[in-house]
């Protein structure tokens, strides 16, 4: 959690335990199923992938080209990892608090980290080819571990909840080592741009809120600055900023030590191959978040919890409220399951309801066995085709609104992924006239009428309805293909008419089952192409070494009295030490491209700030 006073913490406490008694089933969020499998095509786009001239630059230039693919950070220890410990394990990856190494520590400084394990947990959600229910040879005897499974975890893992949440006997996710909580709150999954809030409460003042999606996304207290500074106080060690972190000494980690030994280098090996694990997972623990934003419900700030237990599930939303991220969840994984014969894969989003839903998505012909094989609305591997988005700023992902600017002024063009789904789609409950756009009248001029038809209303069952046909604004892509468009406008709401005395009764807007189609059909596509530039972003730094004019780096005296040691290490007779180049002369430039803005094609240099350049040999 961000930094607070104890008013605002138990402000939140209090949110946790009356708004979100629902966490138990993660209904803050897309199910994590669902995160994965947006996640994994959001991999097969992106350069991480591996298999473009562009991918094969970026290998070559973070040494992933020395790694096995099917199993990168594998580390020369024998046997599993086992738990918790202060030294890297097999199949372990680093976890430090958010003051590891920012306060002039020298590493390792154990007090602050601790390697912890991949877990069945985690397993469980990940696509089928990944958990072994589809065997695909290409992946490896363990795709659980490879670069995308690590990005996939991340986003799995973000939702976990306090181990006491969970009930008796089913598989839970390890506590946090830095304190357990319940992240959908403390971190936060909400963000709504035209405010800058959380708005998951009844409060229009920011210093009620618990932090923002944007601010536990990017390690910040105010992501909105110029040059924001990492907010050390924060509760979460997988932000942006961590990952970044993570990723410099995946890079560069060594540490000091009077004796060079191979125990000591093989040691380091793993400590850095559990840092690229993290690194991975943090960046996915962002993207998870990212993806949030295009939940209409999460940046329009509209809780949509439930939960099974009696006497707390009094405490829940609506059917209606709580139906687009169960709509989701039921026609993406379900219908993928039986494609593949993966019964175990599917879970429901809340199991005590799964006969309802069934119910209202087989009366309006959306259950699995009514709809194509494919019909997921997810594309096939590595073929979506919305255009990746670029930006300079990684919280642009999220939204380009101004630093310090009204959150109105520029709203239809703005880029970034919670503004196109903050002012593009409705919500049940933040319907007329809650946000400026979509608009807030029936009556209004750009709406075009569809026909009357007899459809299905979470919450009503069949009622006649004619839907409100509305154009999208997207500045990134505005000649996107989605589906379903007339004259360029999409059916976003329905317009019906309710109450017991026929036409004196309420006409009001009503989501129905085929605007929810409506949304997934056009915001999961935009997710993985944001996600995929997303990590595109992450890894675009390049610098250029060059020699200086005389052709040569270091020049060392071969004369020099040396030996080896039993390690193999050349060590020199006067005082023990490696002997080796102790000073170099080059040239550091850099390199990275400049980048093209998304929706304004303005063309940003990508510039390197002050900072401390490390030198690391390859050879």
Same mark, same amino acid.
């Given at each position: 959690?961000?930094?607070?006073?104890?008013?605002?913490?138990?402000?939140?406490?209090?949110?946790?335990?009356?708004?979100?008694?629902?966490?138990?089933?993660?209904?803050?969020?897309?199910?994590?199923?669902?995160?994965?499998?947006?996640?994994?095509?959001?991999?097969?786009?992106?350069?991480?992938?591996?298999?473009?001239?562009?991918?094969?630059?970026?290998?070559?230039?973070?040494?992933?080209?020395?790694?096995?693919?099917?199993?990168?950070?594998?580390?020369?220890?024998?046997?599993?990892?086992?738990?918790?410990?202060?030294?890297?394990?097999?199949?372990?990856?680093?976890?430090?608090?958010?003051?590891?190494?920012?306060?002039?520590?020298?590493?390792?400084?154990?007090?602050?980290?601790?390697?912890?394990?991949?877990?069945?947990?985690?397993?469980?959600?990940?696509?089928?080819?990944?958990?072994?229910?589809?065997?695909?040879?290409?992946?490896?005897?363990?795709?659980?571990?490879?670069?995308?499974?690590?990005?996939?975890?991340?986003?799995?893992?973000?939702?976990?909840?306090?181990?006491?949440?969970?009930?008796?006997?089913?598989?839970?996710?390890?506590?946090?080592?830095?304190?357990?909580?319940?992240?959908?709150?403390?971190?936060?999954?909400?963000?709504?741009?035209?405010?800058?809030?959380?708005?998951?409460?009844?409060?229009?003042?920011?210093?009620?809120?618990?932090?923002?999606?944007?601010?536990?996304?990017?390690?910040?207290?105010?992501?909105?600055?110029?040059?924001?500074?990492?907010?050390?106080?924060?509760?979460?060690?997988?932000?942006?900023?961590?990952?970044?972190?993570?990723?410099?000494?995946?890079?560069?980690?060594?540490?000091?030590?009077?004796?060079?030994?191979?125990?000591?280098?093989?040691?380091?090996?793993?400590?850095?191959?559990?840092?690229?694990?993290?690194?991975?997972?943090?960046?996915?623990?962002?993207?998870?978040?990212?993806?949030?934003?295009?939940?209409?419900?999460?940046?329009?700030?509209?809780?949509?919890?439930?939960?099974?237990?009696?006497?707390?599930?009094?405490?829940?939303?609506?059917?209606?409220?709580?139906?687009?991220?169960?709509?989701?969840?039921?026609?993406?994984?379900?219908?993928?399951?039986?494609?593949?014969?993966?019964?175990?894969?599917?879970?429901?989003?809340?199991?005590?309801?799964?006969?309802?839903?069934?119910?209202?998505?087989?009366?309006?012909?959306?259950?699995?066995?009514?709809?194509?094989?494919?019909?997921?609305?997810?594309?096939?591997?590595?073929?979506?085709?919305?255009?990746?988005?670029?930006?300079?700023?990684?919280?642009?992902?999220?939204?380009?609104?101004?630093?310090?600017?009204?959150?109105?002024?520029?709203?239809?063009?703005? $880029? !970034?992924?919670?503004?196109?789904?903050? *002012? =593009?789609?409705? #919500?049940? %409950?933040?319907?007329?006239?809650?946000?400026?756009?979509?608009?807030?009248?029936?009556?209004?001029?750009?709406?075009?009428?569809?026909?009357?038809?007899?459809?299905?209303?979470?919450?009503?069952?069949?009622?006649?309805?004619?839907?409100?046909?509305?154009?999208?604004?997207?500045?990134?892509?505005?000649?996107?293909?989605?589906?379903?468009?007339?004259?360029?406008?999409?059916?976003?709401?329905?317009?019906?008419?309710?109450?017991?005395?026929?036409?004196?009764?309420?006409?009001?807007?009503?989501?129905?089952?085929?605007?929810?189609?409506?949304?997934?059909?056009?915001?999961?596509?935009?997710?993985?192409?944001?996600? $995929? !530039?997303?990590?595109?972003?992450?890894? *675009? =730094?390049?610098? #250029?070494? %060059?020699?200086?004019?005389?052709?040569?780096?270091?020049?060392?005296?071969?004369?020099?009295?040396?030996?080896?040691?039993?390690?193999?290490?050349?060590?020199?007779?006067?005082?023990?030490?490696?002997?080796?180049?102790?000073?170099?002369?080059?040239?550091?430039?850099?390199?990275?491209?400049?980048?093209?803005?998304?929706?304004?094609?303005?063309?940003?240099?990508?510039?390197?700030?002050?900072?401390?350049?490390?030198?690391?040999?390859?050879?």
């Amino acid at each position: 959690m961000t930094g607070k006073s104890n008013f605002q913490a138990c402000v939140v406490r209090l949110l946790a335990c009356c708004l979100g008694v629902g966490l138990h089933s993660a209904a803050l969020s897309y199910e994590v199923q669902t995160h994965a499998l947006i996640t994994r095509e959001a991999f097969n786009i992106s350069l991480l992938k591996g298999s473009s001239p562009a991918s094969t630059e970026l290998y070559l230039r973070l040494g992933f080209d020395r790694l096995d693919r099917n199993d990168p950070f594998q580390q020369t220890e024998p046997g599993n990892c086992t738990g918790p410990g202060a030294v890297p394990q097999k199949d372990g990856y680093i976890d430090a608090n958010g003051a590891w190494l920012e306060s002039g520590a020298v590493p390792p400084d154990s007090n602050n980290r601790r390697f912890r394990c991949i877990l069945q947990y985690e397993r469980d959600a990940f696509p089928p080819e990944y958990r072994g229910l589809v065997q695909v040879p290409e992946l490896g005897p363990r795709p659980e571990v490879r670069f995308e499974a690590w990005l996939m975890r991340g986003v799995i893992r973000e939702d976990d909840l306090k181990a006491s949440t969970y009930p008796a006997g089913e598989l839970i996710p390890d506590p946090d080592p830095w304190g357990d909580q319940n992240r959908p709150v403390t971190v936060s999954h909400f963000y709504i741009p035209t405010s800058n809030t959380s708005g998951i409460v009844p409060f229009s003042n920011p210093i009620f809120n618990p932090p923002t999606a944007l601010q536990g996304a990017m390690g910040t207290a105010d992501p909105l600055e110029a040059n924001p500074a990492p907010n050390v106080l924060r509760g979460n060690h997988f932000s942006y900023i961590d990952a970044r972190r993570n990723m410099f000494f995946a890079l560069t980690y060594k540490e000091p030590r009077s004796v060079i030994n191979a125990a000591g280098a093989k040691l380091d090996s793993n400590v850095r191959m559990s840092l690229w694990a993290s690194t991975l997972k943090a960046l996915g623990h962002v993207t998870h978040l990212l993806q949030d934003q295009a939940s209409p419900q999460h940046a329009r700030g509209e809780m949509h919890n439930y939960v099974c237990r009696f006497p707390l599930n009094i405490f829940n939303q609506d059917i209606a409220t709580r139906t687009y991220e169960n709509f989701v969840n039921y026609r993406t994984i379900f219908t993928l399951f039986n494609a593949n014969n993966s019964a175990r894969f599917y879970t429901a989003t809340n199991g005590c309801e799964e006969g309802k839903w069934d119910r209202l998505f087989r009366q309006a012909g959306q259950a699995p066995d009514q709809l194509p094989t494919a019909n997921t609305w997810l594309p096939p591997p590595g073929q979506n085709t919305y255009p990746i988005p670029q930006f300079s700023v990684q919280r642009k992902f999220f939204t380009t609104r101004a630093p310090g600017g009204n959150g109105q002024a520029d709203l239809l063009t703005r $880029a !970034g992924l919670g503004d196109y789904s903050n *002012r =593009g789609f409705y #919500t049940e %409950d933040k319907m007329e006239g809650s946000f400026l756009s979509p608009p807030a009248s029936s009556a209004d001029p750009s709406f075009t009428d569809g026909v009357v038809r007899e459809l299905i209303v979470p919450g009503k069952g069949k009622v006649k309805v004619k839907a409100l046909y509305w154009q999208v604004p997207d500045p990134v892509a505005p000649n996107y293909a989605d589906p379903n468009l007339l004259a360029g406008k999409a059916p976003i709401v329905s317009y019906g008419q309710f109450g017991f005395f026929g036409a004196f009764g309420v006409k009001r807007r009503i989501l129905t089952l085929d605007n929810y189609n409506q949304m997934a059909d056009m915001l999961i596509p935009r997710t993985i192409a944001y996600t $995929a !530039g997303f990590v595109n972003f992450f890894f *675009r =730094g390049k610098l #250029t070494v %060059d020699p200086i004019q005389q052709r040569v780096f270091a020049v060392m005296n071969q004369g020099e009295p040396h030996t080896m040691n039993a390690d193999g290490y050349p060590i020199r007779t006067s005082n023990g030490q490696i002997f080796g180049f102790e000073k170099i002369r080059l040239r550091v430039r850099n390199s990275t491209d400049p980048i093209t803005e998304s929706g304004t094609n303005t063309v940003v240099p990508q510039t390197v700030g002050a900072g401390k350049l490390v030198a690391v040999a390859r050879y």
